[in-house]
């Protein structure tokens, strides 16, 4: 039981190395509709194209700014919750998002 507990740690907190490590951050353009997520201060990760309501854009690439610590956070939580033996209600869901993150289902 013990093994199987350390391979579950050990797998959730394994590299992610698939997508540009964090931090990133969000640059809207002064002179065009767009607002670009930056990886490493200098990766372009992405861009949120003008969708005609510049606070929702904003809102969009601030979310996809914080992936990389959100989806850290949330292995780190399952990992701990799992260590000391505790159970958390919507690990399932907990799962699923970061397997999703990941490029799994």
Not at 41 to 56: F, H, Q
Request: hydrophobic share 40%; proline share 5%; charged share 30%.
């Amino acid at each position: 039981m013990k093994k199987a507990l350390e391979r579950t740690i050990s797998k959730l907190r394994g590299d992610v190395s698939a997508h540009t490590p964090g931090p990133w951050e969000s640059y809207p353009h002064s002179t065009e509709p767009i607002t670009t997520i930056i990886g490493n201060r200098t990766e372009g990760i992405a861009k949120v194209l003008a969708s005609g309501n510049r606070e929702l854009d904003t809102a969009n690439a601030r979310l996809i700014a914080a992936a990389p610590e959100l989806l850290a956070e949330l292995k780190d939580a399952l990992a701990h919750a799992s260590e000391d033996g505790y159970v958390i209600g919507n690990d399932k869901r907990i799962r699923a998002a970061i397997a999703k993150a990941e490029g799994g289902k």
